[in-house]
Protein backbone atom coordinates (compact mmCIF):
# COMPACT_ATOMS: atom_id res chain seq x y z
CA UNK A 1 0.00 0.00 0.00
CA UNK A 2 1.44 3.42 -0.17
CA UNK A 3 1.24 5.72 2.42
CA UNK A 4 -0.62 9.50 1.44
CA UNK A 5 -3.03 11.45 3.09
CA UNK A 6 -5.94 10.17 0.64
CA UNK A 7 -4.92 6.40 1.45
CA UNK A 8 -4.31 6.23 5.53
CA UNK A 9 -4.29 2.87 6.88
CA UNK A 10 -6.85 1.34 8.02
CA UNK A 11 -8.29 2.05 11.64
CA UNK A 12 -5.89 4.56 13.12
CA UNK A 13 -7.15 7.89 11.47
CA UNK A 14 -9.74 9.14 13.74
CA UNK A 15 -12.42 7.86 11.11
CA UNK A 16 -14.98 5.32 11.18
CA UNK A 17 -13.62 1.73 10.50
CA UNK A 18 -17.04 0.28 9.59
CA UNK A 19 -19.57 3.11 10.48
CA UNK A 20 -19.52 6.23 12.31
CA UNK A 21 -18.02 7.07 15.33
CA UNK A 22 -15.11 9.19 16.94
CA UNK A 23 -11.69 8.83 18.64
CA UNK A 24 -11.69 9.46 22.40
CA UNK A 25 -8.89 9.56 24.62
CA UNK A 26 -10.16 6.58 26.35
CA UNK A 27 -8.58 4.39 29.18
CA UNK A 28 -7.32 1.29 27.30
CA UNK A 29 -6.78 -1.92 28.18
CA UNK A 30 -3.75 -3.34 27.57
CA UNK A 31 -3.68 -7.13 26.84
CA UNK A 32 -1.66 -9.21 29.58
CA UNK A 33 -1.20 -5.24 31.46
CA UNK A 34 -2.70 -3.01 33.55
CA UNK A 35 -5.15 -0.55 32.61
CA UNK A 36 -3.27 2.56 30.95
CA UNK A 37 -4.74 5.97 30.30
CA UNK A 38 -3.96 7.27 26.57
CA UNK A 39 -1.36 10.12 28.06
CA UNK A 40 0.99 6.98 29.17
CA UNK A 41 3.50 4.85 27.40
CA UNK A 42 0.43 2.56 26.00
CA UNK A 43 1.89 0.45 23.08
CA UNK A 44 1.37 2.99 19.79
CA UNK A 45 -1.03 2.32 16.62
CA UNK A 46 0.34 2.12 13.13
CA UNK A 47 -0.26 6.15 12.38
CA UNK A 48 1.95 6.76 15.29
CA UNK A 49 5.07 4.68 14.67
CA UNK A 50 4.70 5.66 10.67
CA UNK A 51 4.69 9.43 11.74
CA UNK A 52 7.20 9.10 14.20
CA UNK A 53 9.85 7.14 11.27
CA UNK A 54 12.81 8.67 10.92
CA UNK A 55 14.26 8.62 6.73
CA UNK A 56 16.48 5.94 7.82
CA UNK A 57 13.48 3.65 8.21
CA UNK A 58 13.06 3.63 4.80
CA UNK A 59 14.89 2.77 1.36
CA UNK A 60 14.36 4.11 -2.19
CA UNK A 61 13.48 1.58 -4.79
CA UNK A 62 16.86 0.26 -6.71
CA UNK A 63 16.12 1.41 -10.51
CA UNK A 64 17.66 -1.79 -11.58
CA UNK A 65 15.35 -3.62 -9.58
CA UNK A 66 12.24 -2.00 -9.93
CA UNK A 67 9.64 -2.37 -13.42
CA UNK A 68 7.10 -0.36 -14.56
CA UNK A 69 3.71 -2.76 -15.93
CA UNK A 70 2.28 0.16 -17.90
CA UNK A 71 -1.52 -0.54 -18.57
CA UNK A 72 -4.16 1.92 -20.01
CA UNK A 73 -5.43 2.48 -16.67
CA UNK A 74 -1.82 3.58 -14.79
CA UNK A 75 1.62 2.29 -14.03
CA UNK A 76 1.84 -0.60 -11.52
CA UNK A 77 5.06 -0.45 -9.78
CA UNK A 78 7.11 -3.94 -9.14
CA UNK A 79 10.06 -4.31 -7.02
CA UNK A 80 12.28 -6.95 -8.34
CA UNK A 81 13.71 -9.58 -5.20
CA UNK A 82 17.35 -10.40 -6.88
CA UNK A 83 18.20 -11.50 -3.09
CA UNK A 84 16.20 -14.99 -3.64
CA UNK A 85 15.74 -14.97 -7.44
CA UNK A 86 19.18 -13.69 -9.44
CA UNK A 87 18.89 -15.64 -12.35
CA UNK A 88 14.95 -14.80 -12.42
CA UNK A 89 15.78 -11.37 -12.12
CA UNK A 90 18.51 -11.26 -14.36
CA UNK A 91 16.19 -12.48 -17.49
CA UNK A 92 13.00 -10.37 -16.76
CA UNK A 93 15.66 -7.62 -17.34
CA UNK A 94 16.62 -9.49 -20.86
CA UNK A 95 12.57 -9.55 -21.31
CA UNK A 96 11.89 -5.83 -20.80
CA UNK A 97 15.08 -4.63 -22.39
CA UNK A 98 14.10 -6.89 -25.14
CA UNK A 99 10.83 -5.33 -25.28
CA UNK A 100 9.29 -8.58 -24.92
CA UNK A 101 6.23 -7.82 -22.75
CA UNK A 102 4.99 -4.17 -24.97
CA UNK A 103 1.52 -5.34 -26.67
CA UNK A 104 1.41 -8.43 -24.76
CA UNK A 105 -1.63 -8.42 -22.68
CA UNK A 106 -3.32 -9.75 -19.35
CA UNK A 107 -5.00 -13.21 -19.90
CA UNK A 108 -6.09 -14.18 -16.41
CA UNK A 109 -7.80 -12.87 -13.79
CA UNK A 110 -9.45 -15.78 -11.03
CA UNK A 111 -10.77 -14.35 -7.94
CA UNK A 112 -9.43 -14.70 -4.68
CA UNK A 113 -6.57 -15.84 -6.60
CA UNK A 114 -4.32 -14.40 -8.99
CA UNK A 115 -3.90 -12.02 -12.32
CA UNK A 116 -1.72 -13.06 -14.99
CA UNK A 117 -0.47 -12.00 -18.16
CA UNK A 118 1.85 -12.59 -21.15
CA UNK A 119 1.95 -14.11 -24.25
CA UNK A 120 -1.70 -15.76 -25.50
CA UNK A 121 -0.34 -16.70 -28.47
CA UNK A 122 3.21 -18.36 -27.25
CA UNK A 123 4.70 -17.26 -30.50
CA UNK A 124 6.92 -14.40 -29.65
CA UNK A 125 10.69 -14.80 -29.56
CA UNK A 126 12.27 -14.40 -25.75
CA UNK A 127 15.66 -12.86 -27.37
CA UNK A 128 18.23 -12.75 -25.63
CA UNK A 129 16.46 -14.37 -22.53
CA UNK A 130 16.61 -18.01 -21.54
CA UNK A 131 13.48 -20.22 -22.15
CA UNK A 132 14.31 -22.06 -19.03
CA UNK A 133 15.87 -21.47 -15.39
CA UNK A 134 17.20 -22.75 -12.59
CA UNK A 135 13.71 -23.29 -10.07
CA UNK A 136 14.90 -20.91 -7.61
CA UNK A 137 12.15 -21.57 -5.07
CA UNK A 138 14.16 -21.70 -2.40
CA UNK A 139 17.69 -20.17 -1.41
CA UNK A 140 20.05 -20.82 1.36
CA UNK A 141 19.21 -19.30 4.52
CA UNK A 142 22.75 -18.19 5.63
CA UNK A 143 23.62 -15.48 8.41
CA UNK A 144 24.16 -12.97 5.15
CA UNK A 145 20.62 -13.32 4.39
CA UNK A 146 18.29 -10.59 6.49
CA UNK A 147 15.32 -12.29 8.22
CA UNK A 148 13.69 -10.21 10.74
CA UNK A 149 11.86 -13.00 12.34
CA UNK A 150 8.32 -12.90 13.36
CA UNK A 151 7.47 -14.73 16.82
CA UNK A 152 3.89 -15.20 15.85
CA UNK A 153 3.39 -19.16 14.79
CA UNK A 154 3.05 -20.00 11.26
CA UNK A 155 1.31 -22.78 9.84
CA UNK A 156 2.93 -23.05 6.43
CA UNK A 157 6.91 -22.16 7.57
CA UNK A 158 8.76 -23.54 10.60
CA UNK A 159 9.60 -19.99 10.78
CA UNK A 160 8.14 -16.39 9.11
CA UNK A 161 9.51 -12.72 8.41
CA UNK A 162 10.56 -10.44 6.66
CA UNK A 163 13.50 -9.71 4.38
CA UNK A 164 14.77 -6.88 3.18
CA UNK A 165 10.92 -5.99 2.58
CA UNK A 166 9.61 -9.15 1.42
CA UNK A 167 7.75 -11.17 3.21
CA UNK A 168 9.51 -14.96 3.83
CA UNK A 169 9.32 -18.18 5.42
CA UNK A 170 12.49 -20.23 6.44
CA UNK A 171 12.85 -23.72 7.74
CA UNK A 172 16.24 -23.72 10.36
CA UNK A 173 16.19 -27.60 9.31
CA UNK A 174 16.96 -27.67 5.90
CA UNK A 175 18.65 -23.97 6.07
CA UNK A 176 16.33 -22.78 3.56
CA UNK A 177 14.25 -19.74 2.99
CA UNK A 178 12.06 -18.40 0.44
CA UNK A 179 9.60 -15.25 -0.44
CA UNK A 180 6.17 -16.33 0.58
CA UNK A 181 2.62 -15.99 -1.52
CA UNK A 182 1.18 -12.82 0.19
CA UNK A 183 -1.71 -10.70 -1.69
CA UNK A 184 0.74 -8.29 -4.04
CA UNK A 185 3.25 -10.65 -4.17
CA UNK A 186 4.89 -11.53 -8.05
CA UNK A 187 5.78 -14.88 -9.23
CA UNK A 188 7.12 -16.37 -12.64
CA UNK A 189 4.63 -19.07 -13.76
CA UNK A 190 5.61 -22.57 -15.35
CA UNK A 191 4.27 -25.93 -16.34
CA UNK A 192 5.09 -28.79 -14.30
CA UNK A 193 8.64 -28.91 -15.21
CA UNK A 194 10.32 -27.09 -12.26
CA UNK A 195 12.71 -25.41 -14.65
CA UNK A 196 10.00 -24.07 -17.35
CA UNK A 197 9.68 -20.71 -15.29
CA UNK A 198 11.91 -18.09 -16.94
CA UNK A 199 9.41 -14.96 -16.34
CA UNK A 200 8.00 -14.35 -19.20
CA UNK A 201 4.57 -15.18 -17.95
CA UNK A 202 3.92 -13.35 -14.63
CA UNK A 203 1.18 -13.82 -12.16
CA UNK A 204 -0.18 -11.53 -9.02
CA UNK A 205 -1.58 -12.66 -5.74
CA UNK A 206 -4.96 -10.96 -5.76
CA UNK A 207 -6.19 -13.07 -2.79
CA UNK A 208 -5.87 -14.83 0.07
CA UNK A 209 -2.33 -15.85 0.96
CA UNK A 210 -2.32 -18.92 -1.22
CA UNK A 211 0.66 -20.10 0.89
CA UNK A 212 0.54 -23.34 -0.57
CA UNK A 213 2.12 -22.28 -3.48
CA UNK A 214 5.41 -21.85 -1.50
CA UNK A 215 8.63 -23.57 -2.53
CA UNK A 216 6.93 -24.99 -5.50
CA UNK A 217 7.11 -21.67 -7.96
CA UNK A 218 9.27 -18.82 -7.76
CA UNK A 219 8.04 -15.14 -6.58
CA UNK A 220 10.31 -13.07 -7.94
CA UNK A 221 9.38 -9.13 -6.27
CA UNK A 222 5.96 -7.23 -4.77
CA UNK A 223 3.93 -4.78 -6.17
CA UNK A 224 4.42 -1.57 -4.45
CA UNK A 225 2.17 0.65 -6.04
CA UNK A 226 -0.73 0.56 -8.25
CA UNK A 227 -2.18 -2.85 -7.20
CA UNK A 228 -6.05 -1.88 -7.49
CA UNK A 229 -5.17 -1.59 -11.38
CA UNK A 230 -4.88 -5.37 -11.08
CA UNK A 231 -7.02 -6.63 -8.65
CA UNK A 232 -10.08 -5.36 -10.10
CA UNK A 233 -10.10 -6.17 -13.41
CA UNK A 234 -12.84 -8.46 -14.59
CA UNK A 235 -12.75 -12.11 -13.40
CA UNK A 236 -11.84 -14.33 -16.74
CA UNK A 237 -14.75 -16.90 -17.37
CA UNK A 238 -12.88 -19.72 -18.45
CA UNK A 239 -11.14 -22.49 -16.78
CA UNK A 240 -8.59 -20.90 -14.09
CA UNK A 241 -10.02 -17.52 -14.97
CA UNK A 242 -8.56 -17.35 -18.34
CA UNK A 243 -10.00 -14.87 -20.98
CA UNK A 244 -11.84 -16.81 -23.08
CA UNK A 245 -11.59 -14.13 -25.76
CA UNK A 246 -8.91 -11.93 -26.66
CA UNK A 247 -11.16 -9.38 -27.05
CA UNK A 248 -11.10 -9.41 -23.27
CA UNK A 249 -7.38 -9.21 -23.18
CA UNK A 250 -6.27 -6.31 -20.80
CA UNK A 251 -3.70 -4.93 -23.20
CA UNK A 252 0.16 -3.97 -21.72
CA UNK A 253 1.79 -1.15 -23.36
CA UNK A 254 4.69 -1.44 -22.37
CA UNK A 255 6.80 -2.89 -19.37
CA UNK A 256 10.02 -0.52 -18.54
CA UNK A 257 13.39 -0.93 -16.38
CA UNK A 258 12.56 1.96 -13.80
CA UNK A 259 16.53 2.64 -14.86
CA UNK A 260 15.46 2.64 -18.35
CA UNK A 261 13.01 5.25 -17.99
CA UNK A 262 14.05 9.08 -17.81
CA UNK A 263 14.42 10.33 -13.77
CA UNK A 264 11.76 12.77 -14.09
CA UNK A 265 9.54 10.08 -14.70
CA UNK A 266 10.11 7.39 -11.99
CA UNK A 267 8.02 6.66 -9.69
CA UNK A 268 10.11 8.45 -6.87
CA UNK A 269 9.02 5.78 -3.83
CA UNK A 270 10.20 4.53 -0.71
CA UNK A 271 9.58 1.26 1.29
CA UNK A 272 10.12 1.05 4.72
CA UNK A 273 13.15 -1.27 6.26
CA UNK A 274 12.02 -4.30 7.64
CA UNK A 275 14.78 -4.83 9.54
CA UNK A 276 14.40 -1.59 12.10
CA UNK A 277 12.94 -0.83 15.32
CA UNK A 278 10.33 1.20 13.71
CA UNK A 279 9.24 -2.00 11.72
CA UNK A 280 9.19 -3.74 14.82
CA UNK A 281 6.91 -1.80 16.43
CA UNK A 282 4.92 -0.95 13.37
CA UNK A 283 4.38 -5.17 13.30
CA UNK A 284 3.21 -4.77 17.20
CA UNK A 285 0.65 -2.12 16.27
CA UNK A 286 -1.23 -3.90 14.12
CA UNK A 287 -0.66 -7.78 16.29
CA UNK A 288 -2.63 -5.85 18.90
CA UNK A 289 -4.67 -2.93 17.66
CA UNK A 290 -4.29 0.14 19.73
CA UNK A 291 -7.20 2.10 18.48
CA UNK A 292 -11.12 2.40 20.17
CA UNK A 293 -12.21 0.30 17.61
CA UNK A 294 -11.04 -2.67 18.36
CA UNK A 295 -12.19 -4.97 21.70
CA UNK A 296 -10.30 -7.80 21.31
CA UNK A 297 -6.80 -7.82 20.59
CA UNK A 298 -5.93 -10.63 18.18
CA UNK A 299 -2.56 -11.10 20.31
CA UNK A 300 -1.25 -12.73 16.94
CA UNK A 301 -0.16 -11.58 13.42
CA UNK A 302 -0.37 -13.72 10.12
CA UNK A 303 2.94 -13.07 8.07
CA UNK A 304 0.56 -11.85 5.32
CA UNK A 305 -1.37 -9.52 7.30
CA UNK A 306 1.71 -7.13 8.25
CA UNK A 307 1.61 -4.31 6.15
CA UNK A 308 5.11 -3.51 4.18
CA UNK A 309 4.57 0.26 3.76
CA UNK A 310 5.29 2.44 0.63
CA UNK A 311 5.41 6.16 0.51
CA UNK A 312 6.35 8.84 -1.63
CA UNK A 313 10.12 10.20 -1.15
CA UNK A 314 9.47 12.92 0.86
CA UNK B 1 -16.66 -20.30 -5.32
CA UNK B 2 -19.07 -22.24 -7.54
CA UNK B 3 -18.80 -25.92 -9.08
CA UNK B 4 -19.65 -25.83 -12.51
CA UNK B 5 -17.70 -27.01 -15.81
CA UNK B 6 -17.26 -23.24 -16.74
CA UNK B 7 -15.41 -22.76 -13.39
CA UNK B 8 -13.19 -25.53 -12.24
CA UNK B 9 -11.01 -25.49 -9.36
CA UNK B 10 -7.30 -24.37 -8.99
CA UNK B 11 -5.22 -27.24 -10.69
CA UNK B 12 -7.23 -30.03 -10.59
CA UNK B 13 -8.44 -30.06 -14.20
CA UNK B 14 -5.40 -31.14 -16.29
CA UNK B 15 -4.91 -27.88 -17.33
CA UNK B 16 -1.95 -25.80 -16.63
CA UNK B 17 -1.83 -23.60 -13.16
CA UNK B 18 0.83 -21.20 -14.23
CA UNK B 19 1.35 -21.71 -17.64
CA UNK B 20 1.63 -24.70 -20.28
CA UNK B 21 1.93 -28.28 -19.25
CA UNK B 22 0.03 -31.45 -19.43
CA UNK B 23 -0.64 -34.30 -16.92
CA UNK B 24 1.02 -37.12 -16.66
CA UNK B 25 0.75 -40.56 -14.97
CA UNK B 26 4.00 -39.92 -12.83
CA UNK B 27 4.98 -41.27 -9.57
CA UNK B 28 4.19 -39.29 -6.79
CA UNK B 29 6.53 -38.33 -3.77
CA UNK B 30 3.99 -38.45 -0.86
CA UNK B 31 5.17 -36.79 1.80
CA UNK B 32 6.16 -39.12 5.18
CA UNK B 33 5.46 -41.83 2.82
CA UNK B 34 7.11 -43.94 -0.15
CA UNK B 35 6.34 -43.26 -4.05
CA UNK B 36 3.27 -44.70 -5.25
CA UNK B 37 1.88 -45.47 -8.31
CA UNK B 38 -1.08 -43.21 -9.95
CA UNK B 39 -2.99 -46.43 -10.00
CA UNK B 40 -2.86 -46.96 -6.43
CA UNK B 41 -4.50 -45.92 -3.31
CA UNK B 42 -3.07 -42.03 -3.61
CA UNK B 43 -4.98 -39.44 -1.79
CA UNK B 44 -7.76 -37.78 -4.19
CA UNK B 45 -7.36 -34.97 -5.74
CA UNK B 46 -10.27 -32.24 -5.09
CA UNK B 47 -12.09 -32.82 -8.31
CA UNK B 48 -11.92 -36.20 -7.83
CA UNK B 49 -13.24 -36.02 -4.12
CA UNK B 50 -15.83 -33.42 -5.82
CA UNK B 51 -16.76 -36.17 -8.76
CA UNK B 52 -17.00 -39.06 -6.01
CA UNK B 53 -19.73 -37.30 -3.89
CA UNK B 54 -22.74 -38.07 -2.95
CA UNK B 55 -26.11 -36.14 -2.89
CA UNK B 56 -25.90 -36.41 1.28
CA UNK B 57 -23.29 -34.96 1.24
CA UNK B 58 -24.80 -31.31 -0.25
CA UNK B 59 -27.23 -29.30 1.53
CA UNK B 60 -29.56 -26.79 -0.31
CA UNK B 61 -29.86 -23.10 0.93
CA UNK B 62 -32.45 -22.09 3.07
CA UNK B 63 -34.59 -19.34 1.56
CA UNK B 64 -35.40 -17.70 4.71
CA UNK B 65 -31.48 -17.43 5.02
CA UNK B 66 -30.49 -16.38 1.66
CA UNK B 67 -30.04 -13.00 0.61
CA UNK B 68 -30.08 -11.45 -2.94
CA UNK B 69 -28.03 -8.78 -3.14
CA UNK B 70 -29.02 -7.30 -7.00
CA UNK B 71 -26.65 -4.86 -8.81
CA UNK B 72 -26.69 -3.97 -12.20
CA UNK B 73 -24.04 -6.31 -12.80
CA UNK B 74 -25.43 -9.22 -11.73
CA UNK B 75 -26.94 -11.11 -8.51
CA UNK B 76 -24.82 -11.68 -5.20
CA UNK B 77 -26.26 -14.44 -3.09
CA UNK B 78 -25.36 -14.83 0.44
CA UNK B 79 -25.94 -17.47 3.00
CA UNK B 80 -27.12 -15.94 6.57
CA UNK B 81 -25.35 -17.56 9.86
CA UNK B 82 -28.24 -17.37 12.20
CA UNK B 83 -26.65 -20.12 14.27
CA UNK B 84 -24.39 -17.44 15.34
CA UNK B 85 -26.00 -14.12 14.86
CA UNK B 86 -29.99 -14.99 15.63
CA UNK B 87 -30.60 -11.38 16.34
CA UNK B 88 -28.90 -9.75 13.39
CA UNK B 89 -30.16 -12.13 11.07
CA UNK B 90 -33.62 -11.61 12.01
CA UNK B 91 -32.71 -7.64 11.98
CA UNK B 92 -31.41 -8.23 8.46
CA UNK B 93 -34.51 -9.73 7.50
CA UNK B 94 -37.06 -7.02 8.66
CA UNK B 95 -35.13 -4.52 6.75
CA UNK B 96 -35.16 -6.83 3.87
CA UNK B 97 -38.38 -6.95 4.01
CA UNK B 98 -39.26 -3.62 4.79
CA UNK B 99 -37.03 -2.57 1.20
CA UNK B 100 -34.29 -1.02 3.54
CA UNK B 101 -31.61 -1.50 1.04
CA UNK B 102 -33.27 -1.10 -2.60
CA UNK B 103 -32.07 2.12 -3.93
CA UNK B 104 -28.73 2.62 -1.38
CA UNK B 105 -25.37 2.18 -2.74
CA UNK B 106 -22.39 0.11 -2.26
CA UNK B 107 -20.18 2.98 -0.74
CA UNK B 108 -16.76 1.87 -0.23
CA UNK B 109 -14.34 -0.46 -1.69
CA UNK B 110 -10.90 -0.64 -0.03
CA UNK B 111 -8.32 -2.78 -1.79
CA UNK B 112 -7.18 -6.02 0.07
CA UNK B 113 -9.61 -5.21 2.41
CA UNK B 114 -13.71 -4.90 2.36
CA UNK B 115 -16.55 -3.67 -0.07
CA UNK B 116 -19.19 -1.88 2.03
CA UNK B 117 -22.75 -1.25 1.58
CA UNK B 118 -25.47 1.17 3.35
CA UNK B 119 -26.96 4.23 3.55
CA UNK B 120 -24.73 6.99 2.54
CA UNK B 121 -26.57 9.78 4.28
CA UNK B 122 -27.80 7.69 7.25
CA UNK B 123 -31.60 8.93 6.71
CA UNK B 124 -33.35 6.14 5.77
CA UNK B 125 -35.71 4.89 8.30
CA UNK B 126 -34.95 1.33 9.92
CA UNK B 127 -38.43 0.73 10.18
CA UNK B 128 -39.82 -2.13 12.10
CA UNK B 129 -35.52 -3.32 12.53
CA UNK B 130 -33.81 -2.20 15.65
CA UNK B 131 -31.17 0.60 15.70
CA UNK B 132 -28.84 -1.29 18.00
CA UNK B 133 -28.17 -5.30 18.64
CA UNK B 134 -26.27 -7.25 21.20
CA UNK B 135 -23.01 -7.91 19.93
CA UNK B 136 -23.35 -11.43 18.83
CA UNK B 137 -19.61 -11.47 18.33
CA UNK B 138 -19.13 -14.73 19.75
CA UNK B 139 -21.41 -17.91 20.72
CA UNK B 140 -21.12 -20.26 23.46
CA UNK B 141 -19.30 -23.38 22.49
CA UNK B 142 -21.28 -26.47 23.55
CA UNK B 143 -22.04 -29.70 22.09
CA UNK B 144 -24.91 -28.69 20.31
CA UNK B 145 -22.84 -26.30 18.05
CA UNK B 146 -21.98 -28.40 14.88
CA UNK B 147 -17.88 -27.63 15.08
CA UNK B 148 -15.52 -30.01 12.15
CA UNK B 149 -12.29 -28.94 13.81
CA UNK B 150 -9.16 -28.93 11.50
CA UNK B 151 -6.04 -30.35 13.38
CA UNK B 152 -3.89 -27.26 11.93
CA UNK B 153 -2.55 -25.03 13.97
CA UNK B 154 -4.16 -21.75 14.09
CA UNK B 155 -2.52 -18.56 15.12
CA UNK B 156 -5.82 -16.35 15.75
CA UNK B 157 -7.64 -19.22 16.86
CA UNK B 158 -7.30 -22.14 19.60
CA UNK B 159 -9.46 -24.27 17.38
CA UNK B 160 -10.34 -23.89 13.53
CA UNK B 161 -12.71 -25.35 11.56
CA UNK B 162 -16.34 -25.42 10.15
CA UNK B 163 -19.52 -24.71 11.28
CA UNK B 164 -22.26 -25.62 8.93
CA UNK B 165 -20.39 -24.57 6.34
CA UNK B 166 -18.69 -21.38 7.74
CA UNK B 167 -15.35 -21.03 9.27
CA UNK B 168 -15.42 -20.92 12.51
CA UNK B 169 -12.30 -20.49 15.62
CA UNK B 170 -13.16 -21.57 18.91
CA UNK B 171 -11.37 -21.46 22.36
CA UNK B 172 -12.11 -24.73 24.27
CA UNK B 173 -11.02 -22.54 27.60
CA UNK B 174 -13.62 -19.99 27.33
CA UNK B 175 -15.94 -22.50 25.77
CA UNK B 176 -16.78 -19.61 22.67
CA UNK B 177 -16.96 -19.52 19.27
CA UNK B 178 -17.32 -17.17 16.57
CA UNK B 179 -17.04 -16.78 12.58
CA UNK B 180 -13.95 -16.24 11.28
CA UNK B 181 -12.98 -13.13 8.44
CA UNK B 182 -12.19 -15.21 5.40
CA UNK B 183 -12.70 -14.19 1.90
CA UNK B 184 -16.00 -13.83 1.32
CA UNK B 185 -17.41 -13.72 4.81
CA UNK B 186 -19.72 -10.77 5.45
CA UNK B 187 -20.26 -8.61 8.59
CA UNK B 188 -22.89 -6.05 10.27
CA UNK B 189 -20.74 -2.89 10.26
CA UNK B 190 -20.78 -0.93 14.06
CA UNK B 191 -18.94 2.58 15.21
CA UNK B 192 -17.10 1.70 18.31
CA UNK B 193 -20.11 0.62 20.97
CA UNK B 194 -20.42 -2.58 20.39
CA UNK B 195 -23.77 -2.74 20.08
CA UNK B 196 -23.77 -0.16 17.29
CA UNK B 197 -23.79 -2.85 14.25
CA UNK B 198 -27.54 -3.64 13.23
CA UNK B 199 -26.99 -5.23 9.53
CA UNK B 200 -28.13 -1.78 8.07
CA UNK B 201 -24.36 -1.65 6.65
CA UNK B 202 -22.73 -4.98 5.77
CA UNK B 203 -19.11 -5.38 4.43
CA UNK B 204 -17.88 -8.37 2.35
CA UNK B 205 -14.11 -9.46 2.64
CA UNK B 206 -11.84 -9.16 -0.33
CA UNK B 207 -8.61 -9.47 0.28
CA UNK B 208 -6.21 -11.58 2.56
CA UNK B 209 -8.16 -12.96 5.71
CA UNK B 210 -8.65 -9.72 7.86
CA UNK B 211 -8.84 -12.37 10.97
CA UNK B 212 -8.01 -9.18 13.72
CA UNK B 213 -11.26 -9.13 13.27
CA UNK B 214 -12.92 -12.02 14.62
CA UNK B 215 -14.64 -11.54 18.21
CA UNK B 216 -14.39 -7.65 17.16
CA UNK B 217 -17.68 -7.21 14.88
CA UNK B 218 -20.69 -9.64 13.86
CA UNK B 219 -19.88 -11.35 10.92
CA UNK B 220 -23.50 -12.51 9.35
CA UNK B 221 -23.07 -15.00 6.56
CA UNK B 222 -21.00 -15.89 3.58
CA UNK B 223 -21.49 -14.90 0.16
CA UNK B 224 -21.88 -18.28 -1.78
CA UNK B 225 -22.54 -16.97 -5.39
CA UNK B 226 -21.29 -13.30 -7.50
CA UNK B 227 -18.42 -12.98 -4.99
CA UNK B 228 -16.76 -11.41 -8.48
CA UNK B 229 -19.35 -8.79 -8.70
CA UNK B 230 -17.91 -7.43 -5.60
CA UNK B 231 -14.29 -8.02 -5.71
CA UNK B 232 -13.68 -6.01 -9.07
CA UNK B 233 -15.16 -2.78 -8.05
CA UNK B 234 -13.14 0.32 -8.57
CA UNK B 235 -11.90 0.60 -5.11
CA UNK B 236 -12.65 4.33 -3.50
CA UNK B 237 -9.62 6.43 -3.07
CA UNK B 238 -11.23 8.48 -0.07
CA UNK B 239 -10.11 7.25 3.15
CA UNK B 240 -10.49 3.56 4.27
CA UNK B 241 -11.98 2.98 0.43
CA UNK B 242 -14.91 5.31 0.55
CA UNK B 243 -16.00 6.56 -2.88
CA UNK B 244 -15.35 10.49 -2.44
CA UNK B 245 -18.39 11.23 -4.55
CA UNK B 246 -22.31 10.04 -5.31
CA UNK B 247 -21.65 9.58 -8.95
CA UNK B 248 -19.47 6.89 -8.10
CA UNK B 249 -21.24 5.21 -5.88
CA UNK B 250 -22.58 1.22 -7.05
CA UNK B 251 -26.36 1.03 -6.87
CA UNK B 252 -28.31 -1.51 -4.89
CA UNK B 253 -31.35 -2.10 -7.04
CA UNK B 254 -32.91 -4.37 -3.99
CA UNK B 255 -32.42 -7.20 -1.80
CA UNK B 256 -34.38 -9.79 -1.34
CA UNK B 257 -34.81 -12.98 0.78
CA UNK B 258 -34.80 -16.17 -1.31
CA UNK B 259 -38.61 -17.08 0.26
CA UNK B 260 -39.81 -13.97 -0.59
CA UNK B 261 -38.87 -14.36 -4.99
CA UNK B 262 -40.76 -16.51 -6.67
CA UNK B 263 -39.16 -19.97 -6.70
CA UNK B 264 -38.82 -19.79 -10.11
CA UNK B 265 -36.47 -16.77 -9.94
CA UNK B 266 -34.86 -18.40 -7.15
CA UNK B 267 -30.98 -19.03 -7.47
CA UNK B 268 -30.76 -23.39 -6.84
CA UNK B 269 -27.49 -23.47 -5.22
CA UNK B 270 -26.59 -26.27 -2.92
CA UNK B 271 -23.22 -26.06 -0.52
CA UNK B 272 -21.01 -29.00 0.48
CA UNK B 273 -21.84 -30.23 4.07
CA UNK B 274 -18.50 -29.71 5.93
CA UNK B 275 -19.32 -32.50 8.76
CA UNK B 276 -18.87 -35.38 6.02
CA UNK B 277 -16.01 -37.84 5.91
CA UNK B 278 -16.07 -36.22 1.80
CA UNK B 279 -15.31 -32.71 3.29
CA UNK B 280 -12.21 -34.27 5.41
CA UNK B 281 -11.28 -35.13 1.95
CA UNK B 282 -11.48 -32.29 0.07
CA UNK B 283 -9.89 -30.34 3.45
CA UNK B 284 -6.67 -33.18 2.61
CA UNK B 285 -6.92 -32.86 -0.92
CA UNK B 286 -6.39 -29.20 -0.57
CA UNK B 287 -4.08 -29.83 2.30
CA UNK B 288 -1.39 -31.90 0.24
CA UNK B 289 -2.36 -31.08 -3.54
CA UNK B 290 -2.10 -33.91 -5.53
CA UNK B 291 -1.97 -32.93 -9.29
CA UNK B 292 1.64 -33.15 -10.81
CA UNK B 293 2.14 -29.27 -10.93
CA UNK B 294 2.80 -29.42 -6.70
CA UNK B 295 6.32 -30.47 -6.11
CA UNK B 296 6.32 -30.07 -2.46
CA UNK B 297 2.97 -30.62 -0.67
CA UNK B 298 2.27 -27.80 1.67
CA UNK B 299 1.82 -30.60 4.73
CA UNK B 300 -0.71 -27.47 6.06
CA UNK B 301 -3.84 -25.85 5.20
CA UNK B 302 -4.66 -22.54 6.59
CA UNK B 303 -8.73 -22.01 7.86
CA UNK B 304 -9.62 -19.26 5.05
CA UNK B 305 -7.84 -21.65 2.29
CA UNK B 306 -10.43 -24.55 2.71
CA UNK B 307 -12.97 -24.14 -0.08
CA UNK B 308 -16.29 -24.65 0.77
CA UNK B 309 -17.62 -25.47 -2.50
CA UNK B 310 -21.28 -24.18 -3.68
CA UNK B 311 -23.07 -25.92 -6.97
CA UNK B 312 -25.76 -25.55 -8.67
CA UNK B 313 -28.32 -27.83 -7.96
CA UNK B 314 -28.22 -31.24 -10.03
Known sequence: MTVTKREPFLGTTGRREFGGGC????????????A??????????????????????????????TLYLQLEAGRVVIELAPDFVPLHAANIRALVRGGYFDGLAIIRSQDNFVVQWGDPDGKRSLGKASATLPPEFTVAWTPALPFTRLPDVDGYAPAAGFSNGFPVGGDPATKQAWLAHCYGMVGAGRSN??????????????????RQLDRNIALVGRVVQGMELLSTLPRGTGPLGFYEKPEQYVPIQAVRLAADVPAAERSRLEVM??????????????RNRQDDWYKVPAGHIELCNVPIPVRPQP
Chains 1, 2 share one sequence.
Request: glycine share 8%; charged share 25%; proline share 8%.
Open 23 to 34: LLALVLAVPGGH
Open 36 to 65: LGAEEARPRTMNEVLEASKPSDWRQLDPEN
Open 193 to 210: EVDSGNGAELYVVIGNAP
Open 273 to 286: RTDTPTFEALVESR
